[in-house]
């Protein structure tokens, strides 16, 4: 069965720590994204990578960035956690020869005190 | 201004009686439309996907309809059960090469016993 495996569920953490959320795909999909969720806003895109160390700035990329080093690899860093990053992110993969159908994650529900 | 629009935001039904949500769009241009499942807690789960050229698309008690030249859709969903009850997104694809989406914000749906 394949999927996109998101490194933790829940998440707290300490304003101004440094974040880390890992995701790992095993369909060998060439495109990966990075979407937080919040209540009444839908999915927005932080940064989504079509290429290994390659990476793209989505519509909120700012307080993030993020490291694509494998294919199968693609990690979201809160340089320095604050509070309005508390909200629900996301992971998906896609590749051009599904019509580039998303696989999701189970998403991590970060939380930051 | 988000390009994709769901309406209701949330719906309670009945278990057993069917409801339709809607989807308005003005992403241009157009690759596909997709509806997605998110149970509370998880990621999104694809329900259907359909190209301009086509206008139903099913997938068991769920049916899904394109207008592409009013640029509407609605998924029906027939004989409602208790696992029903979810979020139901619209998600439109930007036609290029990497197949961006656009997402709505989602239908709530509750069905009570």
């Known amino acids: 069965d394949v999927k996109v495996t998101q490194s933790s569920r829940y998440l707290v953490k300490r304003t101004g720590e440094k974040v880390f959320l890992e995701c790992v795909q095993d369909m060998d999909h060439e495109n990966m994204f990075w979407y937080r969720q919040d209540p009444g806003l839908g999915l927005r895109l932080i940064y989504f990578?079509?290429?290994?160390?390659?990476?793209e700035k989505g519509d909120i990329p700012e307080g993030y960035s993020v490291s694509r080093e494998k294919k199968e690899r693609f990690s979201l860093i809160l340089e320095s956690a604050s509070t309005n990053q508390t909200s629900m992110y996301l992971c998906?993969?896609?590749?051009?020869?599904?019509?580039?159908?998303?696989?999701f994650g189970s998403g991590t529900r970060l939380t930051v005190v | 201004k988000n390009q994709v629009e769901q309406s209701p935001q949330s719906l309670i039904i009945l278990e057993g009686k069917n409801c339709t949500l809607q989807c308005n769009y003005t992403v241009s241009p157009f690759s596909n439309l997709r509806w997605y499942k998110q149970d509370t807690g998880r990621g999104p789960v694809s329900l259907t996907i359909?190209?301009?050229?086509?206008n139903t698309k099913s997938n068991g008690r769920y049916t899904a309809t394109l207008d592409a030249d009013t640029k509407q859709s609605s998924l029906h969903i027939t004989a409602s059960q208790l696992s029903d009850s979810a979020s139901y997104i619209c998600?439109?694809?930007?036609?290029?090469?990497?197949?961006?989406?656009?997402f709505g914000a989602g239908t709530q749906v509750v069905v009570t016993p």
């Open positions: 990578s079509y290429d290994v160390k390659m990476k």
């Open positions: 359909m190209t301009f050229s086509e």
């Open positions: 998600v439109v694809s930007v036609y290029d090469s990497w197949g961006k989406l656009q």
């Open positions: 998906a993969s896609s590749a051009q020869e599904t019509n580039y159908g998303y696989t």
